[in-house]
């Protein structure tokens, strides 16, 4: 009884079931509501039911409007405040389409206002409240008898997981009194993945962000427009064909910011610029930041951009003025954005609808013992929360987490995270596992990584590193990686543990390394060079670039990376140089491998190549694989599945 009561206080792979995940706030012009998605998990339908709350900021009251509606996402209220749209299935079918629905606030009936016969993605409100714009991609054409079946289409660089040529995601029209919508875009050219849709004040003309098509890979070639509503003419802004996006009118209407790269944006800054609508690339408003910017919005006056950015291990807030005079606002000890389910990171807050007139902001936050709530800052209150929906979570007796530092030999000090066991004493040796975060441009921060947490209350150290390539300590470091992916993150991965060494707390005969994505990349390369590891675990990891570039969604990013193709010249040597899997015989540490089988990013086949290597060199490997497509499940059951074969592999190695 009483060793069941203890472990109740502990964190465990079941409580996964009670987590309660937030998205998309927004908030009313007046600062009076927020509206967001609250999506719990049904655990035996192996699926997240999705409603959309509306929360009262002055009093925290929360009103319900729609439960259990499949596909809820991107709430936005009307200019008045009176209404609010959303993106939603139109069914609960395998045909379901997304569309665009509009109901009245405090409570109405949705009706919907694109069409249904393609999946709308993107969606703005006319500056009136009388209409709206949305990006669709062109409906498919109706096929009957033997024409089902030619489907053969030409392929370029899509990745290898692909059963289709993606249709171009084009910008449309609608008015609520139930005319037909009207297209403004055609051809080709697409609409960028994520982009966001900006009236001019005067409702004349959307800004947006074009590429030349809809395939993922080549979302690099992206350049900023402006549309005229009335004839549908298309002009580029800046003179650019690369690296542009997030085009956004000033409330005035006298400027356009947007964010731009000066090169792969794994390797270069996004930076913020402002232009005007005449065109122009403008100028550089970010540039005493040295970090990257992540997302934005206009300050009612139009003088100021309120805006975000990983720096350390939060995600920071700023307010940029025209002339580049950059503030820090100050939230205290919170981190802004959604924890990520493998980076030990959080993306970065999505500001879009989230400012009012007065200054009011919303944004979602968590931190290292409080789970992901909605807060709001006011200018003169400062951040405080709003909700409590994860209250459940503070029956647990959680890990503390604090930033480390570590020299590296960039010259730049980076920075981690360490999580202690809740029964933490420093007269105590304890198993360390090496957890790297993806991307590389995901770090580690201070927030709620509830994994992390279910791993220290095994009574473990988990230490989550910011190697070089991270982008949270400005250009210098991120850009190391470059002809560098994995030997000079190796040495700062190795560097982190030296400054944990130091605490006195590690048994040093039990360490582990582990990761997902570039996580997994480092993984694979860090048990080929040291030998320290009891155990290792690599998940959707890239153990052959040459193969990735030939396979995955994001090959061009592999090309800037290194020296070009690695079918000209002699570049197939860097290609391997930097290839986990020509060093299988230097392993040995017992590795497991995971991957989807369908992962349109770090493609399954380097996976089970990687295996194969290991295996015809006697090395003790086991490689699990789940048949379902994408980089990571995005159910909850194989969530846990993954992190439940993860866990008990090192727990069994540390035994």
């Known amino acids: ?9 502990f964190l465990t792979e079941a409580d996964y079931q009670s987590l309660v995940t937030l998205h998309a706030p927004a908030i009313t012009a007046n600062a009076t509501n927020a509206a967001l998605v609250v999506s719990r998990v049904s655990w035996d339908a192996d699926k997240r039911t999705n409603d959309l709350v509306v929360v009262d900021l002055r009093s925290g009251a929360q009103r319900t409007l729609l ?38 606030v405090p409570e109405g009936t949705p009706r919907a206002v694109s069409p249904g016969d393609t999946d ?27 024409e089902r079946f030619r489907d053969s289409f030409v ?31 055609f051809g080709s050219q697409s609409i960028a993945d994520g982009s966001p849709i900006s009236w001019s004040p005067d409702g004349r003309s959307i800004a947006l962000t074009l590429c030349r098509n809809a395939i993922l890979n080549d979302q690099s070639y992206s350049w900023i427009a402006v549309v005229d509503v009335a004839n549908a003419h298309v002009r580029g802004v800046t003179g650019r064909s690369m690296w542009e996006g997030d085009a956004r009118f000033s409330p005035d209407g006298k400027h356009i910011a947007y964010l731009y790269s000066d090169g792969d944006p794994q390797i270069a800054l996004s930076d913020l610029y402002v232009t005007t609508p005449s065109g122009g690339p403008g100028t550089r408003i970010s540039a005493s930041l040295d970090r990257n910017i992540s997302d934005f919005i206009w300050t009612a006056d139009s003088q100021d951009l309120i805006a975000t950015g990983p720096f350390a291990v939060t995600n920071a807030l700023y307010r940029i003025s025209l002339e ?44 290292t013992a409080q789970p992901l709530e909605l807060f709001k800052y006011t200018p003169r209150s400062g951040a405080s929360k709003v909700t409590d929906f994860n209250a459940a979570m503070g029956r647990f007796e959680l890990a503390r987490a604090q930033r480390i530092a570590f020299r590296t030999s960039t010259g730049v000090t980076a920075d981690g995270v360490l999580y202690l066991p809740p029964s933490f004493s420093s007269s105590r040796r304890y198993p360390l596992v090496v957890f790297i975060h993806g991307g590389p441009g995901d770090p580690s921060m201070l927030e709620f990584d509830f994994w992390a947490q279910v791993m220290a209350a095994r009574g473990w150290l988990v230490l989550r590193p910011n190697y070089r390539g991270s982008p949270n300590l400005g250009l210098a470091y991120q850009r190391a990686i470059l002809y560098d992916p994995e030997d000079g993150p190796g040495k700062d991965v190795m560097a982190a543990i030296a400054s944990v060494h130091r605490l006195g707390a590690v048994d040093t005969t039990r360490i582990a390394v582990c990761g ?67 060093y299988a015989r230097a392993v040995t540490t017992p590795v497991l491998i995971l991957s989807d089988t369908g992962d349109n990013r770090d493609p399954f086949a380097t996976s089970s190549m990687y295996w194969r290597a290991l295996r015809d060199n006697n090395k003790d ?33 540390f035994r």
């Open 155 to 185: 392929f370029t660089t899509e990745p290898i997981t692909a059963r289709e040529f993606p249709e171009p995601v084009h910008l449309f029209t609608a008015g609520l009194d139930g005319e037909a919508p009207e297209q403004l875009t």
């Open 67 to 104: 439960s259990n509606r499949p596909g809820l996402s991107d709430p936005a209220f009307s200019p008045d405040g009176t209404q609010l749209a959303f993106l939603a299935d139109d069914s609960t079918s395998k045909d379901a389409h997304a569309r665009v629905f509009v109901m009245p």
């Open 516 to 582: 997902w994505s570039y996580g997994g990349i480092m993984t694979a390369w860090l048990i080929s060079r040291y030998h320290i590891w009891r155990a290792a675990v690599s998940g959707a990891s890239v153990n052959d670039w040459i193969t990735d570039y030939g396979t995955a969604d994001d090959s061009l990013a592999d090309v800037d990376m290194l020296h070009g193709s690695p079918f000209v010249g002699n570049n197939a040597a860097e290609w391997r140089r930097v290839s986990p899997i020509w």
């Open 621 to 653: 490997a086991t490689l699990r694989v789940w048949p379902v497509d994408g980089h990571f499940p995005g159910d909850p059951v194989r969530t846990v599945d993954v992190f439940h074969y993860w866990i008990e592999y090192l727990a069994d190695h």
């Open 1 to 9: 009884m009483v060793l069941a009561l203890l472990a109740s206080l």
């Open 324 to 367: 580049g005079v950059a503030r820090r606002i100050d939230v205290g000890e919170i981190v802004p954005g959604t924890p990520l389910n493998t980076t030990g990171g959080a993306d970065a807050p999505s500001l879009r609808n989230a400012l009012a007139a007065d200054g009011t902001m919303v944004f979602l936050a968590s931190a």
């Open 120 to 146: 709308a993605v993107e969606f703005a409100w006319r500056p009136d409240g009388k209409g709206i714009a949305y990006a669709a991609a062109d409906p498919k054409p109706q096929r009957a008898g033997a």
